[in-house]
C-alpha cells in the first residue's frame, strides 16, 4: 500500500461499487500486516484514536494514513454510505472528522468540495464553482491535469465516471483488446487495477501457478465485466493505463484502435 502511494496511485478511485480504498479497508475484518520500515505517523493516529500498540494495523489506523495521503472519508458509495458511516463507535468518528473534515471548495470557500483534480489536487471545487471544461493545468503549481475525480461518489442510480472522460466516439473494448494489454502489462498489472478501481482480492489470482499475463488478463476482464457499458472504450482503459505509465501497453491499445 504505501508502495502504490509513493508512485502516486489515485486513492480515490472507487470500484463498480462505489467503494473507495477507506470502504474497502474499513470492511476488513482482520488487521492489515506490514513489512516495510516503521512509520511514525501511525504512532500519532494511534495516540489520536486513544488506541494501543496492538491496533497499530488496525482497519481504523490504516484508514487514517490512506485519508492523511488524499483518500476521502466523505465518498458515498452507491448504498449512499461514507466510510464513515461504516464505523460503529462515535468516539472514533468524532476524532476522524477533527483530522480529515470536507474538502472546501478552493474557489468561493464556502462550500464543501465535489471535485478534484490530479495528480496534484491542488484544485478541488464544489458543483457551484465546477469548471465546465476540465483545465490542461492546475492554477497553482501548473502541473498538467491527468484526470478528475468525484469526492462524493456516484448515484446510487448512476454511476460516474472517475476518470476524465475520453473523446465522443471513442471505440468500444473488446475482450482481444484485454488480452493484448494483458500481455504488455506483465507483472504490472496491479498497477492499472489501482486504477480501475479493481478489487484484486476478490479475484484470487495470487497462485503463483498462474502466469503474469493471465493474471492481469482475469483482472482487466473483472472491470470490463463490472464496469458502465458507456465507459468501457479505450479511453478510459488508455487513461488508467497513462495514470499507471504502463506504456507499452498504452501505445499496444493506441495502434489497437487506429
Not at 488506541?51 to 472519508?73: I, Q, T
Not at 482481444?176 to 500481455?183: I, N
Request: charge should be positive; glycine fraction near 4%; include cysteine.
Amino acid at each position: 500500500m504505501q508502495r502504490l502511494i509513493a508512485r502516486g496511485a489515485n486513492v480515490n478511485v472507487v470500484e463498480h461499487g462505489g467503494n473507495n480504498c477507506l470502504h474497502l479497508a474499513l470492511k476488513r475484518e482482520n488487521n492489515f500486516h506490514s513489512e516495510v520500515e516503521h512509520m511514525t505517523m501511525l504512532d500519532q493516529y494511534l495516540k489520536d484514536l486513544k488506541l494501543g500498540k496492538k491496533e497499530r494495523y488496525s482497519d481504523v489506523v490504516v484508514a487514517c494514513y490512506l485519508a492523511h495521503h488524499g483518500a476521502n472519508f466523505y465518498c458515498k458509495n452507491k448504498s449512499g454510505r461514507t466510510p464513515l458511516d461504516l464505523i460503529e463507535k462515535e468516539n472514533f468518528k468524532k476524532t476522524l472528522n477533527m483530522l480529515f473534515p470536507p474538502t472546501q471548495c478552493v474557489f468561493c470557500e464556502d462550500e464543501v468540495a465535489t471535485e478534484t483534480f490530479f495528480p496534484c489536487r491542488h484544485l478541488s471545487l464544489c458543483k457551484k464553482c465546477c469548471l465546465p471544461k476540465i483545465p490542461k493545468r492546475c492554477p497553482m503549481c501548473r502541473q498538467n491535469i491527468t484526470s478528475k475525480n468525484s469526492l462524493v461518489g456516484p448515484n446510487s442510480s448512476k454511476m460516474e465516471v472517475q476518470m476524465v472522460a475520453g473523446p465522443v466516439g471513442s471505440p468500444q473494448l473488446k475482450e482481444k483488446d484485454l488480452l493484448r494489454v494483458a500481455k504488455r502489462l506483465g507483472r504490472d498489472w496491479w498497477q492499472v487495477a489501482i486504477f480501475l478501481g479493481v478489487d484484486t482480492t476478490k479475484l484470487k489470482i495470487d497462485d503463483e501457478s498462474i502466469d503474469a499475463v493471465k493474471q492481469g488478463y482475469l483482472m482487466l476482464y473483472e472491470w470490463y465485466r463490472n464496469c458502465d457499458p458507456e465507459t468501457r472504450t479505450h479511453a478510459t482503459l488508455r487513461a488508467a493505463l497513462e495514470e499507471a505509465e504502463c506504456v507499452a501497453a498504452m501505445e499496444c491499445l493506441s495502434l489497437d484502435a487506429k
